[in-house]
């Protein structure tokens, strides 16, 4: 594996390995998901970030590239990614339960119950008491 400085990537924020950038969009997607698998978030987010970069619309690598963010403690992040989700996909049950559990990991635990409940109903689980609010 070679690591190489590009240019690109430093302008456009990234990390500046070549490595990230290289290959197919399925090669990078199979490499974001591997070091998904490796618990190695940050880099998994450099690659995916690529990717959400080339294909806007593309849900699946939105919500890896939210997760990734979410589990390197990258929160502000992972929020704009999650709400980004939902945009394209307001349905998307896994994506409301992940943005309620980033903002409760961000203090705005008023504004995550939202999101978890509807998350609890798309799934057709209901966890919350009857009288919560």
Do not use: C, I, K, N
């Not at 990717?51 to 690598?61: D, H």
């Not at 704009?80 to 961000?106: I, N, S």
């Amino acid at each position: 594996m070679e690591y190489g400085f590009e240019s690109r990537g430093e302008e456009q924020g990234r990390a500046p390995f070549a490595y990230y950038d290289r290959g197919t969009p399925a090669e990078r997607w199979e490499r974001a998901g591997r070091l998904f698998g490796e618990r190695r978030y940050a880099a998994a987010a450099v690659v995916l970030r690529g990717l959400v970069e080339a294909e806007p619309r593309q849900v699946a690598a939105r919500l890896l590239l939210a997760r990734s963010y979410y589990h390197s403690a990258q929160l502000g992040r992972a929020e704009r990614e999650l709400r980004e989700v939902l945009e394209l996909d307001p349905v998307e049950g896994y994506a409301q339960l992940m943005l309620g559990r980033t903002l409760q990991r961000l203090g705005r635990d008023a504004e995550a119950v939202r999101y978890l409940r509807t998350a609890a109903a798309l799934d057709g689980d209901f966890p919350f008491p009857r009288d919560a609010r």
